[in-house]
């Protein structure tokens, strides 16, 4: 089980992505600009997939991604969708 602690402070985001793993399950979280009109917005990016190949080279289609607010927040809103990602990868 992933908790918060493991996680790092908000502004670790805003210059770094955090690869960790749970069990068979790796994940990924860090920050990514999107457009929204005219403007573009922060958000949170949590990406999961089974090990035990790194990010790099596990292909897109074996993934599941789902963005999050980019606040403290959002950190722990991906912290339980890991949790719950990994209680499906780990049975």
Do not use: H
Not at 24 to 34: H, N, P, Q, V, W
Not at 40 to 53: A, C, D, Q, S, Y
């Amino acid at each position: 089980m992933i908790q918060r602690v493991q996680l790092f402070p908000l502004n670790f985001y805003k210059k770094e992505k955090f690869n960790g793993s749970d069990g068979k399950m790796s994940f990924r979280l860090g920050k990514t600009e999107i457009e929204e009109g005219e403007e573009k917005k922060m958000i949170l990016r949590g990406t999961v997939w089974e090990g035990p190949f790194c990010y790099d080279v596990t292909p897109t289609e074996k993934m599941e991604t789902k963005d999050f607010e980019f606040s403290d927040d959002g950190i722990c809103q991906a912290m339980d969708w890991f949790n719950e990602k990994s209680s499906e990868y780990n049975k």
